[in-house]
């Protein structure tokens, strides 16, 4: 029985170790996902937890300095001021009326600091099921 | 034409229930004729699928743009090439073209069995043809790749068609998807081997030696299916990553993970007749989780960068993920007396316990990255908030495990089997061991940092040294007996054991990549918006715009630079960075440019311009080649062990214990 013993020990240490690794890792890398509105209604903690705020690019929002790329996110009427200031080259899904999702803080200037953006190009869509192809259309043609 | 098209999806549809029916019943009645209509209509199924597809492609390629899908996915002045990818660029396609995969390999699979293992054979047709029926309810009644825009008399204006997405006109791109489906189909077949010989209480290994071949070319296609999504992003989305731990790039590496484990654990089996059930665990998820993940690529269930449109199928890919995993489990918990291990675990230094924790970490591998992926969901469900975990948390989970994965790389195969004594230990591990030691103490002393990256270093060295020095035994042994010199000696050495040696070469590859990865430690980028005459500075190069072009050719609008590369004063090279903005779905797309080399490759995006002023984007990613290379080696050494060994050989049972066991012969 002594081996399986050892089997044992190693098989817990192993996956201890990962479980170990797998939840401290959390903490650093978790993004709450929230609506704009959200956003407005969180209260201290906005300005200490990292977000992922979805919306609109608003049209002709987008302005481009050398490091940084300002514009505003719209989503059911409600506006959110974005600075991005990440390395990574902007997607070229980016750009006016594009889907995107800002992924940073809010600083205590009120406007959201964005190190990631993730956008899904708005300029074919593809009908919502259910729907006919002649009525409004809110979803994203696929990229891959 | 698409009335022919949908009439052949639903007739297949009808020959797959049929021959499903047939194959059951017929076995259960032991009506010979029965079984053998059902095999003929596993063909036709195969024939009418072909049909439809066919006159997809067809569609495609003589722009039929009267196909709503044809017209949302094509556009006129496309290459011929990539208006037949186009087929899989969308969600309709891409069903019919996984469906048309499933009938092919069914076809094959059916045909290459159809006088072996009568006992199970029916089991295994039905089983494939009941995946294939899934697939086509999915093609005839959810999602048609068949509807027509209203074009008749009274309408004469046809579209140009909007165009496949611009970032997917690009070589490896039109490949990537078919050799992933390819991988993930294929897993079928093996899945429905273990499934019918576990109905009819098989006592042997034939299923596995039968898919054997099947398991391995599978596991290739989705190898390559990773590969080339990753050199697509490397070259294609311009910030140079080539994995971004995004759930659409996780789902294909999820079956890889259980893939690879079952790859290694067969082989516990097949010599010892340990592990049976965690073989059909194994390949029973591996299954699933191709399912799943074309599921996760198809539904939209988790957010993405590869937006697809949202629909339903996810329901039904729900469904039918519930409904196969229950009968799955309640297969293998049923038959578990007929699964019992024929030996057992003698030492925790042994070729069989490098085994099973390469299967721990391998699965340990996949369910971590499973977790990572459905985190969102998990943590909604759990606490209402929607909560997603970035590339960070894998990174740092992942590095890990896939350091010590490597390590057991290098030590497995040296084990021996039952126990492995401290005099092998030393004799085989003492000299890479201290060849890694130096190494990582030269590294050290040369400057560098970085400690996963020094881990990951050491490793691979020990890792090829002791892949070189099985080789050089082997070969020395041959040369000196049969009077060859070394080379011939060498691949006299590998095609005696094809299976083994060419798994060597596999672990090379794996290693060449685990030393590409590495090197993404020390990348470097700078961004700089330059007019014609300036110069960007990145050691050890010196880069001068020398002139920014635009212009238009039918498909796409274009603006370049031209950018001389000098180092050390010396001009060397000049990159033609590319913007493009597709003019039929008025995409913008860069085209980055690349000088590779082995040490580095330098990389530069053109990610904007305005005004005769253009912002350019300039990384170098040292080593990222290695990564290309080690899956060419991996690639061939698969091709090797796919060659019959020269010496005919069946692994020796070391030790045989229960009934019904074949006359093993010993020679190994």
Same mark, same amino acid.
């Given at each position: 029985?002594?081996?399986?013993?050892?089997?044992?020990?190693?098989?817990?240490?192993?996956?201890?170790?990962?479980?170990?690794?797998?939840?401290?890792?959390?903490?650093?890398?978790? *993004?709450?996902?929230?609506?704009?509105?959200?956003?407005?209604?969180?209260?201290?903690?906005? #300005?200490?937890?990292?977000?992922?705020?979805?919306?609109?690019?608003?049209?002709?929002?987008?302005?481009?300095?050398?490091?940084?790329?300002?514009?505003?996110?719209?989503?059911?009427?409600?506006?959110?001021?974005?600075?991005?200031?990440?390395?990574?080259?902007?997607?070229?899904?980016?750009?006016?009326?594009?889907?995107?999702? *800002?992924?940073?803080?809010?600083?205590?200037?009120?406007?959201? #600091? *964005?190190?990631?953006?993730?956008?899904?190009?708005?300029?074919?869509?593809? *009908?919502?099921?259910?729907?006919?192809?002649?009525?409004?259309?809110?979803?994203?043609?696929?990229?891959? | @034409?698409?009335?022919?098209?949908?009439?052949?999806?639903?007739?297949?549809?009808?020959?797959?229930?049929?021959?499903?029916?047939?194959?059951?019943?017929?076995?259960?009645?032991?009506?010979?004729?029965?079984?053998?209509?059902?095999?003929?209509?596993?063909?036709?199924?195969?024939?009418?699928?072909?049909?439809?597809?066919?006159?997809?492609?067809?569609?495609?390629?003589?722009?039929?743009?009267?196909?709503?899908?044809?017209?949302?996915?094509? $556009?006129?002045? @496309?290459?011929?090439?990539?208006?037949?990818?186009?087929?899989?660029?969308?969600?309709?396609?891409?069903?019919?073209?996984?469906?048309?995969?499933?009938?092919?390999?069914? @076809?094959?699979?059916?045909?290459?069995?159809?006088?072996?293992?009568?006992?199970?054979?029916?089991?295994?047709?039905?089983?494939?043809?009941?995946?294939?029926?899934?697939?086509?309810?999915?093609?005839?009644?959810?999602?048609?790749?068949?509807?027509?825009?209203?074009?008749?008399?009274?309408?004469?204006?046809?579209?140009?068609?909007?165009?496949?997405?611009?970032?997917?006109?690009?070589?490896?791109?039109?490949?990537?998807?078919?050799?992933?489906?390819?991988?993930?189909?294929?897993?079928?077949?093996?899945?429905?081997?273990?499934?019918?010989?576990?109905?009819?209480?098989?006592?042997?290994?034939?299923?596995?030696?039968?898919?054997?071949?099947?398991?391995?070319?599978?596991?290739?296609?989705?190898?390559?299916?990773?590969?080339?999504?990753?050199?697509?992003?490397? /070259?294609?989305?311009?910030?140079?990553?080539?994995?971004?731990?995004?759930?659409?790039?996780?789902?294909?590496?999820?079956?890889?993970?259980?893939?690879?484990?079952?790859?290694?654990?067969?082989?516990?089996?097949?010599?010892?007749?340990?592990?049976?059930?965690?073989?059909?665990?194994?390949?029973?998820?591996?299954?699933?989780?191709?399912?799943?993940?074309?599921?996760?690529?198809?539904?939209?269930?988790?957010?993405?960068?590869?937006?697809?449109?949202?629909?339903?199928?996810?329901?039904?890919?729900?469904?039918?993920?519930?409904?196969?995993?229950?009968?799955?489990?309640?297969?293998?918990?049923?038959?578990?007396?007929?699964?019992?291990?024929?030996?057992?675990?003698?030492?925790?230094?042994?070729?069989?316990?490098?085994?099973?924790?390469?299967?721990?970490?391998?699965?340990?591998?996949?369910?971590?990255?499973?977790?990572?992926?459905?985190?969102?969901?998990?943590?909604?469900?759990?606490?209402?908030?929607?909560?997603?975990?970035?590339?960070?948390?894998?990174?740092?989970?992942?590095?890990?495990?896939?350091?010590?994965?490597?390590?057991?790389?290098?030590?497995?195969?040296?084990?021996?089997?039952?126990?492995?004594?401290?005099?092998?230990?030393?004799?085989?591990?003492? @000299?890479?061991?201290?060849?890694?030691?130096?190494?990582?103490?030269?590294?050290?002393?040369?400057?560098?940092?970085?400690?996963?990256?020094?881990?990951?270093?050491?490793?691979?060295?020990?890792?090829?040294?002791?892949?070189?020095?099985?080789?050089?035994?082997?070969?020395?042994?041959?040369?000196?007996?049969?009077?060859? $010199?070394?080379?011939?000696?060498?691949?006299?050495?590998?095609?005696?054991?094809?299976?083994?040696?060419?798994?060597?070469?596999?672990?090379?590859?794996?290693?060449?990549?685990?030393?590409?990865?590495?090197?993404?430690?020390?990348?470097? /980028?700078?961004?700089?918006?330059?007019?014609?005459?300036?110069?960007?500075?990145?050691?050890?190069?010196?880069?001068?715009?020398? /002139?920014?072009?635009?212009?238009? $050719?039918?498909?796409?609008?274009?603006?370049?630079?031209?950018?001389?590369?000098?180092? /050390?004063?010396?001009?060397?090279?000049?990159?033609?960075?590319?913007?493009?903005?597709?003019?039929?779905?008025?995409?913008?797309?860069?085209?980055?440019?690349?000088?590779?080399?082995?040490?580095?490759?330098?990389?530069?995006?053109?990610?904007?311009?305005?005004?005769?002023?253009?912002?350019?984007?300039?990384?170098?990613?040292?080593?990222?080649?290695?990564?290309?290379?080690?899956?060419?080696?991996?690639?061939?050494?698969?091709?090797?062990?796919?060659?019959?060994?020269?010496?005919?050989?069946?692994?020796?049972?070391?030790?045989?214990?229960?009934?019904?066991?074949?006359?093993?012969?010993?020679?190994?």
């Amino acid at each position: 029985m002594k081996k399986y013993g050892k089997f044992g020990a190693l098989v817990v240490v192993i996956v201890g170790t990962i479980l170990w690794l797998a939840t401290t890792g959390v903490g650093e890398s978790k *993004a709450y996902y929230k609506t704009i509105e959200e956003v407005g209604k969180m209260g201290g903690d906005v #300005h200490t937890k990292r977000l992922r705020v979805a919306g609109d690019v608003e049209k002709g929002s987008i302005v481009r300095k050398v490091n940084i790329v300002e514009f505003t996110l719209e989503q059911e009427h409600r506006k959110l001021k974005v600075v991005y200031s990440g390395t990574d080259p902007l997607p070229d899904t980016f750009r006016d009326g594009a889907q995107a999702l *800002a992924d940073g803080k809010m600083g205590a200037d009120g406007v959201f #600091h *964005a190190n990631k953006i993730q956008a899904k190009c708005a300029s074919k869509y593809e *009908a919502k099921p259910g729907q006919k192809s002649g009525e409004p259309q809110s979803y994203p043609k696929q990229v891959s | @034409m698409e009335n022919i098209g949908s009439l052949a999806i639903l007739l297949a549809f009808c020959f797959a229930l049929y021959a499903i029916a047939g194959s059951v019943a017929g076995k259960l009645k032991q009506r010979p004729f029965l079984v053998l209509s059902a095999q003929r209509a596993v063909y036709v199924v195969w024939f009418l699928v072909t049909v439809a597809a066919g006159i997809m492609v067809h569609a495609f390629v003589t722009d039929d743009f009267s196909f709503a899908y044809v017209a949302s996915h094509s $556009n006129r002045s @496309m290459p011929t090439q990539y208006k037949v990818s186009a087929l899989w660029g969308g969600q309709e396609g891409s069903l019919l073209f996984w469906s048309w995969l499933l009938s092919c390999y069914g @076809m094959v699979a059916v045909f290459m069995n159809r006088r072996r293992h009568r006992e199970f054979m029916p089991y295994t047709a039905a089983i494939i043809m009941s995946v294939q029926t899934f697939f086509l309810i999915l093609n005839a009644f959810v999602v048609s790749p068949f509807k027509m825009l209203a074009v008749g008399a009274l309408i004469t204006a046809v579209p140009d068609g909007t165009g496949l997405h611009p970032s997917l006109q690009y070589p490896a791109m039109a490949i990537h998807p078919p050799m992933l489906y390819l991988g993930f189909v294929g897993f079928t077949i093996p899945f429905a081997f273990a499934m019918g010989s576990l109905i009819t209480r098989q006592p042997g290994e034939a299923w596995i030696a039968t898919t054997r071949r099947w398991t391995i070319v599978t596991w290739l296609f989705q190898s390559c299916g990773v590969a080339l999504g990753a050199a697509w992003a490397y /070259d294609a989305l311009g910030w140079g990553g080539y994995w971004a731990w995004d759930p659409v790039e996780n789902a294909s590496l999820l079956p890889w993970f259980s893939a690879t484990a079952f790859l290694h654990s067969v082989m516990m089996q097949e010599k010892k007749g340990m592990m049976k059930v965690w073989n059909m665990v194994l390949i029973a998820s591996t299954f699933f989780l191709c399912i799943f993940g074309t599921s996760l690529t198809r539904t939209g269930l988790v957010s993405s960068v590869h937006a697809f449109a949202q629909s339903t199928i996810g329901n039904y890919f729900v469904t039918f993920l519930a409904v196969g995993i229950a009968a799955t489990v309640y297969l293998i918990l049923d038959r578990l007396p007929y699964l019992r291990s024929e030996a057992q675990l003698e030492s925790v230094v042994s070729r069989e316990s490098s085994f099973l924790f390469n299967n721990l970490i391998l699965l340990a591998s996949s369910f971590a990255v499973l977790w990572g992926t459905l985190f969102p969901i998990i943590s909604e469900a759990v606490s209402g908030e929607k909560i997603s975990l970035d590339a960070s948390w894998f990174n740092r989970l992942m590095i890990p495990i896939g350091l010590f994965l490597l390590f057991l790389t290098g030590v497995g195969p040296l084990f021996a089997w039952r126990r492995t004594s401290v005099e092998s230990l030393r004799r085989n591990f003492m @000299m890479p061991g201290i060849a890694s030691v130096l190494l990582v103490g030269a590294l050290m002393a040369a400057g560098m940092r970085h400690f996963y990256a020094l881990i990951s270093f050491g490793f691979c060295l020990f890792v090829a040294l002791t892949i070189f020095s099985e080789f050089y035994k082997g070969a020395r042994a041959i040369s000196a007996k049969n009077q060859m $010199n070394f080379l011939a000696a060498t691949v006299e050495l590998t095609h005696r054991n094809t299976r083994r040696y060419g798994g060597y070469l596999i672990h090379m590859g794996i290693v060449l990549v685990f030393i590409g990865c590495s090197g993404a430690a020390f990348n470097r /980028d700078i961004t700089a918006e330059v007019g014609i005459g300036s110069s960007i500075a990145l050691s050890p190069y010196t880069l001068k715009v020398a /002139d920014l072009k635009e212009g238009d $050719n039918g498909n796409y609008l274009w603006h370049y630079a031209e950018v001389e590369v000098f180092r /050390d004063g010396k001009h060397i090279d000049t990159l033609k960075p590319e913007r493009r903005f597709y003019k039929a779905n008025r995409t913008p797309l860069g085209q980055v440019a690349i000088r590779r080399r082995l040490n580095h490759d330098l990389y530069i995006n053109f990610a904007a311009s305005e005004n005769q002023k253009a912002t350019v984007q300039v990384y170098i990613f040292p080593l990222v080649n290695w990564i290309w290379i080690g899956v060419l080696v991996l690639v061939f050494g698969t091709l090797v062990a796919l060659v019959p060994s020269k010496v005919k050989m069946q692994y020796a049972r070391t030790e045989i214990v229960g009934i019904g066991k074949k006359y093993a012969t010993v020679e190994n």
